[in-house]
């Protein structure tokens, strides 16, 4: 089980006859409060759209969480985390996150400093932030390997990452990004 926990994780996945397609949110998140893996049909086959009304996804504090072959888009919110705010453990792999703003920091994602954020494989792309982390805003822990930060954008600092904490980056390529201060 993962988390550590005694249960067994709950897993989604998608039938074949969404491939190409959009599920979009009617206006509120996917809050994730309990431990679950998403396996999607491929981030250029199956997207998960807000429409600009919510964020697309929360996880919970104490909450494991596994994503893999989605793109996340359409993502808004009015602080923290436009695409994704992560309190807990939450792992992308073969994802996209684009598309999403934030009134605060984190247009991508915001990871709290509960959170441990893990991508692979990943792109964070065409985010932006009113304040800080146009692409990621991490006060907790973050990793990123063979994964794309780029063209996010930030008013104040950061634009493709804002980082506070603990960050470790593998062959990951952050380029492109654009934020008008330091």
Request: no cysteine.
């Amino acid at each position: 089980a993962a988390g550590g926990s005694t249960f067994e994780t709950d897993i989604i996945t998608f039938q074949s006859s969404l491939t190409g397609g959009t599920i979009t949110l009617a206006g509120t998140k996917l809050a994730i409060r309990d431990d679950l893996e998403i396996r999607g049909l491929g981030a250029d086959q199956l997207i998960i759209d807000a429409n600009n009304q919510s964020r697309v996804l929360y996880v919970d504090i104490g909450t494991w969480v596994l994503i893999d072959r989605l793109t996340m888009t359409g993502g808004s919110s009015s602080n923290y985390g436009g695409g994704i705010d992560n309190l807990g453990t939450l792992t992308l792999t073969n994802t996209t996150v684009s598309g999403n703003s934030a009134s605060s920091s984190g247009g991508g994602i915001h990871n709290y400093n509960t959170g441990t954020l893990t991508l692979t494989n990943t792109t964070v792309s065409g985010n932006s932030a009113s304040n800080s982390g146009g692409g990621i805003f991490n006060t907790g822990t973050l990793a990123l390997t063979n994964t794309t930060v780029s063209g996010n954008s930030a008013s104040s600092s950061g634009g493709g990452i804002d980082n506070r904490r603990t960050l470790t980056l593998t062959n990951t390529t952050v380029s492109g990004n654009s934020a008008s201060s330091s």
